[in-house]
């Protein structure tokens, strides 16, 4: 057999001090327990190193079996910038997701039969799905170092699949969705799979393969092999074997769960049972289920042996499951109900305590002073990180570096290794430093070395140095390579200069749907949303396809354009819709103030059970629920996003609007139990208490959690300053200014415009209006805000002053604007003024009015004692009247006395409103002005018969 050494040893003893393995047995829709217990883990070294942390980045070696091996080639199968394709959270909702597609359940009696013949499923979806989501990537360019077992039925032999191997051996090169179809191929459950390879010499080989968990359905071992450094280009170096050196190695094994304690079969039964019987029982396979539980268990022995002789025991974790019964001991069982029967399983295993395997009884008993799985686990994740950071700080010592530095006179092909090495690392300094180095020395660079560096400017923004290694492309005759231009549009984008990557766009001879994707999402990063638009129009008629990354980057830029409409009709054409693209219409509308649709297009993906929500989807839809005080819906989301991931990743990504909701809806209560959920270090977590009291008009409270904040030490942001200020009056607003000028908040936009609103607010619009005319720049926000100032204060004329300002400005208005300045004319009997605004609105700036518009309209004409005008308007209005429209109606009938169209805009109100008892009040009242005391009893008995009672008038004093 092939030498199935997996592990290079690569990074720990070359800079650092230890050998991160991670293992993952085979146990089909079971994976859902360890995708639970790695969202966790993740979870945990993002709050030590923050959001970009991915499982990759802190293990060495990720063995996977079967549903392991799925998990593993998820977690490092690379993005286009070299970074995991999937997140530890993504595990979860993808086998949720897919599960019952790959599983179709069926219990007729034909399809029984049928597995006595041939496999129970066809596995045509799995396949599709596998080679649909890892594409073309091949087993070396995974972003760490994988293992993955399969059995070669032909040679009746293990084949194990190691990217370390690869590297040296191209036949072993396989295709990612080739190895994951072969290790998920369980006898009994899906079809063998064949397919072919070739080495560096054109020689063929084949495969004839099933799942992995035959040869190792706990791949711990497989893991780990001799230390030794390893570096691309070099590998005699490390292939001397040496003795197993365990006290480096920190070892994560993750169980996918067992049934010893309802002990499923005995030698009683199994007397009789067949051939059929072995491989079939009641929905079950004996034969399967004992290799596969007897490997694991037995390499999970062996482990916590080695370990405990060397006193290392700290140093391996093993979390298993042993108390799966019925349906969730299933590998396949992929029913909605059972699938979150598991997801509750893996959460409560987080709290069941480090337990080690009693071979007597098979029992898994707790290790003293272990503490729980969850404990544990953080315990893991500080090692980890620490061990990450130690690398990092000793990288010059690496042996990598080591070893290239002892080459005398290196080629360009030991510069392109180190240089992907510091690439695929993080290490953008180191990457770029070396190109100069290697500059100097005189190597000359070529088209694999370019794509490396300008990632690395891109990603520290280092606009200047790209563009002298733009200028050594067109020495070096790379200009019109296609993957050196496809980075070149990146690192231009990315560093800001988007017009430097359409010049290097519109100059490829060759183009790749890659090359149309990288540009337009530098339009959209950069803001020049309707080129985007222009460029996908463009890219599909020079014939090439858009796939679902140019459509939801071209659906953002419409978004962001607040064109939510006209991303719905790019939604339509989209085949198979991701959670990107429905994340992307939800939160669209969200921030365009169209809660109700944001909320309906969550509820249609939900009804569709096609995609299920991340917790991006989750925290857009929740400020959809704040906004419209939508308590019921919260509450559901709530209860779903701590069903289906850890609780710690939902209350870090979505806690803010899940508090601001609960605040909205007057439930203080469930808002302070979900402040205590979140991480209080954080000031995102303030931030939402404070505008969720903000919210509901409770200034002191706001004001009290600012002061609090400020004494437990909490770092303030920009977000908490602008926050705070509307809640404020004028002497704690005073103060926040003060505290503004002496703290670096001098050129943020954001808190002047909360300043300008806050001295508007209280009376001090002279002041309002020194610091907006002393804004070095202003946003769209900073006009409207002073527009509305303005307004507030009965000064319409500067309001359409201000406006005309705007319009030669570089800042164009939107529909709140006009709303502003609408409001001003009302406000301050503008009439005429007003009206030509509105009519200038569509014919000069092309805004096709809203509810809000005619609302202003119709008060400004009712202000004005117009109310027959008012009523003419009303009826020609091309939309519904709201209730909000005839309300300032009734009012203005109230001031004038106007009982005819009191009586129209209240009979309104009763169709729309029949529950507000003040309606009837008010006409009751005009009535009564009126002398006409019979219509205004009419109307108090429509009252009682309606059962409505005016709420009595209170004061705060």
Same mark, same amino acid.
């Given at each position: 057999m092939e030498e199935s050494f997996v592990s290079d040893g690569t990074n720990p003893p070359s800079y650092g001090e230890r050998i991160t393995v991670l293992s993952m047995d085979g146990g089909g829709i079971r994976g859902i327990l360890p995708g639970t217990i790695l969202s966790f883990l993740e979870s945990k070294l993002q709050e030590l190193d923050g959001a970009d942390a991915r499982i990759a980045d802190y293990f060495d070696v990720i063995a996977g079996t079967s549903t392991g091996g799925l998990i593993a080639s998820m977690l490092t199968a690379p993005d286009e910038n @070299?970074?995991?394709?999937?997140?530890?959270?993504?595990?979860?909702?993808?086998?949720?997701?897919? !599960?019952?597609?790959?599983?179709?359940? %069926?219990?007729?009696?034909?399809?029984?039969? @049928?597995?006595?013949?041939?496999?129970?499923?066809?596995?045509?979806?799995?396949?599709?799905?596998?080679r649909r989501m890892l594409g073309a990537r091949r087993l070396h360019e995974t972003v760490t170092r994988v293992v993955i077992p399969t059995f070669d039925i032909k040679l009746l032999q293990p084949t194990i699949f190691s990217s370390f191997v690869a590297e040296m051996d191209s036949s072993k090169d396989a295709l990612l969705s080739d190895i994951c179809i072969s290790t998920s191929s369980a006898p009994t459950y899906l079809p063998a799979y064949n397919f072919k390879t070739h080495d560096s010499d054109g020689n063929e080989r084949e495969f004839h393969l099933v799942d992995g968990g035959v040869a190792a359905n706990n791949p711990a071992?497989?893991?780990?092999?001799?230390?030794?450094?390893?570096?691309?280009?070099?590998?005699?170096?490390?292939? $001397?074997?040496?003795?197993? @050196?365990?006290?480096?190695?920190?070892?994560?094994?993750?169980?996918? *769960?067992?049934?010893?304690?309802?002990?499923?079969?005995?030698?009683?039964?199994?007397?009789?049972?067949?051939?059929?019987?072995?491989?079939?029982?009641?929905?079950? +396979?004996?034969?399967?289920?004992?290799?596969?539980?007897?490997?694991?268990?037995?390499?999970?022995?062996?482990?916590?042996?080695?370990?405990?002789?060397?006193?290392?025991?700290?140093?391996?974790?093993?979390?298993?499951?042993?108390?799966?019964?019925?349906?969730?001991?299933?590998?396949?069982?992929?029913?909605r109900k059972n699938m979150e029967a598991l997801v509750k399983i893996g959460k409560e295993l987080l709290q069941k305590p480090v337990s080690r395997m009693n071979l007597d009884n098979g029992i898994f008993e707790p290790v003293e002073n272990a503490g729980t799985n969850e404990e544990a686990l953080t315990r893991f994740a500080r090692l980890l990180s620490d061990e990450r950071r130690l690398r990092r700080q000793r990288i010059q010592n690496s042996s990598a570096q080591a070893l290239f530095d002892k080459l005398s006179q290196p080629n360009v092909f030991a510069w392109t290794a180190i240089l992907g090495f510091y690439s695929r690392n993080g290490l953008s300094d180191e990457c770029v430093r070396a190109y100069s180095e290697m500059k100097l020395k005189g190597v000359l660079p070529d088209k694999y070395v370019f794509p490396k560096v300008f990632r690395a400017c891109g990603q520290l923004l280092w606009l200047e140095v790209g563009i002298q290694v733009h200028k050594d492309v067109v020495i070096c005759g790379c200009e019109f390579d296609l993957q050196v231009c496809n980075s070149l549009?990146?690192?231009?984008?990315?560093?800001?200069?988007?017009? %430097?990557?359409?010049?290097?766009?519109?100059?490829?001879?060759?183009?790749?749907?890659?090359?149309?994707?990288?540009?337009?999402? *530098?339009?959209?990063?950069?803001?020049?949303?309707?080129?985007?638009?222009?460029?996908?129009?463009?890219?599909?008629?020079?014939?090439?396809?858009?796939?679902?990354?140019?459509?939801?980057?071209?659906?953002?830029?419409? !978004?962001?354009?607040?064109?939510?409409?006209?991303?719905?009709?790019?939604?339509? @054409?989209?085949?198979?819709?991701?959670?990107? +693209?429905?994340?992307?219409?939800?939160?669209?509308?969200?921030?365009?103030?169209?809660?109700?649709?944001?909320?309906?297009?969550?509820?249609?993906?939900?009804?569709?059970?096609?995609?299920?929500?991340?917790?991006?989807?989750?925290?857009?839809?929740?400020?959809?629920? =704040?906004?419209? *005080?939508?308590?019921?819906?919260?509450?559901?989301?709530?209860?779903?996003?701590? =069903?289906?991931?850890?609780?710690?990743?939902?209350?870090?990504?979505?806690?803010?609007?899940?508090?601001?909701?609960?605040?909205?809806?007057?439930?203080?209560?469930?808002?302070?139990?979900?402040?205590?959920?979140?991480?209080?270090?954080?000031?995102?977590?303030?931030?939402?208490m404070i505008l969720g009291f903000v919210d509901l008009e409770m200034g002191h409270l706001a004001l009290e959690c600012f002061s609090k904040m400020q004494r437990s030490g909490i770092m303030n942001n920009q977000i908490t300053i602008s926050t705070v200020l509307p809640a404020c009056d004028l002497k704690s607003g005073k103060q926040v200014h003060a505290y503004i000028t002496k703290n670096s908040f001098s050129s943020v936009i954001p808190v002047w415009n909360a300043l300008i609103y806050m001295y508007s607010k209280c009376g001090c619009i002279g002041t309002a209006y020194s610091i907006f005319s002393n804004m070095i720049s202003r946003d769209l926000v900073s006009w409207n805000t002073m527009i509305g100032g303005f307004g507030m204060h009965g000064l319409g004329q500067s309001a359409l002053q201000l406006l005309r300002d705007m319009s030669h400005s570089d800042v164009c208005p939107?529909?709140?604007?006009?709303?502003?300045?609408?409001?001003? !004319? +009302?406000?301050?009997?503008?009439?005429?003024?007003?009206?030509?605004?509105?009519?200038?609105?569509?014919?000069? &700036?092309? &805004?096709?009015? *809203?509810?809000?518009?005619? +609302?202003?309209?119709?008060?400004?004409?009712?202000?004005?004692? =117009?109310?027959?005008?008012?009523?003419?308007?009303?009826?020609?209005?091309?939309?519904?009247?709201?209730?909000?429209?005839?309300?300032?109606?009734? $009012?203005?009938?109230?001031?004038?006395?106007?009982?005819?169209?009191?009586?129209?805009?209240?009979?309104?109100?009763?169709?729309?409103?029949p529950e507000h008892a003040g309606n009837y009040v008010t006409l009751s009242n005009i009535y009564a002005r009126a002398g006409r005391w019979d219509d205004a009893v009419a109307v108090r008995k429509l009252m009682e018969d309606r059962g409505l009672v005016k709420p009595s008038g209170y004061s705060w004093i």
């Open positions: @070299q970074r995991p394709l999937f997140m530890a959270r993504d595990i979860v909702p993808f086998y949720l997701q897919h !599960c019952p597609r790959i599983f179709l359940q %069926s219990h007729s009696t034909f399809t029984r039969l @049928q597995t006595l013949t041939g496999p129970k499923y066809n596995g045509k979806y799995l396949r599709s799905l596998v071992l497989l893991a780990m092999k001799p230390t030794g450094a390893v570096f691309p280009g070099g590998p005699e170096e490390c292939m $001397a074997s040496k003795a197993l @050196q365990y006290e480096n190695y920190v070892v994560v094994s993750l169980g996918t *769960g067992t049934s010893k304690i309802e002990k499923k079969y005995n030698a009683k039964r199994a007397a009789r049972w067949g051939i059929l019987g072995w491989l079939y029982k009641e929905g079950h +396979s004996p034969l399967v289920d004992a290799f596969t539980f007897a490997s694991g268990d037995m390499v999970d022995l062996h482990m916590s042996l080695i370990f405990r002789s060397i006193r290392c025991e700290h140093n391996y974790l093993r979390i298993q499951d042993d108390t799966l019964s019925g349906d969730t001991s299933s590998t396949d069982k992929a029913t549009i990146d690192m231009y984008s990315k560093s800001g200069d988007v017009g %430097s990557g359409r010049r290097v766009f519109d100059e490829m001879v060759e183009r790749d749907v890659l090359s149309w994707n990288s540009m337009i999402s *530098g339009y959209v990063c950069n803001g020049f949303l309707e080129f985007s638009v222009e460029l996908l129009a463009t890219m599909r008629i020079r014939g090439f396809e858009p796939d679902i990354v140019t459509w939801n980057t071209v659906m953002d830029a419409y !978004c962001r354009m607040g064109l939510c409409d006209e991303a719905w009709e790019i939604f339509d @054409q989209i085949k198979e819709p991701n959670i990107i +693209s429905w994340t992307t219409l939800v939160s669209g509308y969200s921030r365009i103030g169209n809660h109700e649709k944001s909320l309906g297009i969550f509820r249609e993906m939900m009804s569709r059970r096609v995609v299920f929500p991340d917790l991006d989807s989750l925290s857009s839809v929740l400020v959809s629920c =704040r906004h419209l *005080g939508a308590l019921v819906c919260g509450q559901e989301i709530h209860g779903y996003g701590i =069903r289906s991931v850890d609780s710690s990743s939902f209350y870090k990504s979505a806690g803010a609007a899940l508090l601001t909701m609960y605040v909205r809806c007057k439930r203080i209560q469930d808002a302070v139990n979900v402040f205590e959920l979140m991480d209080r270090f954080d000031v995102v977590t303030w931030n939402a939107n529909s709140v604007t006009f709303t502003s300045a609408l409001s001003a !004319c +009302s406000h301050s009997g503008l009439v005429d003024e007003g009206l030509k605004l509105f009519h200038t609105m569509t014919r000069d &700036f092309g &805004f096709t009015p *809203g509810m809000e518009h005619f +609302s202003c309209v119709v008060d400004l004409l009712a202000r004005a004692d =117009r109310l027959e005008d008012a009523v003419g308007f009303i009826e020609k209005m091309p939309l519904k009247p709201s209730k909000h429209i005839w309300s300032a109606l009734l $009012a203005a009938c109230r001031a004038q006395q106007n009982v005819s169209v009191a009586k129209l805009a209240a009979e309104q109100l009763f169709q729309l409103e």
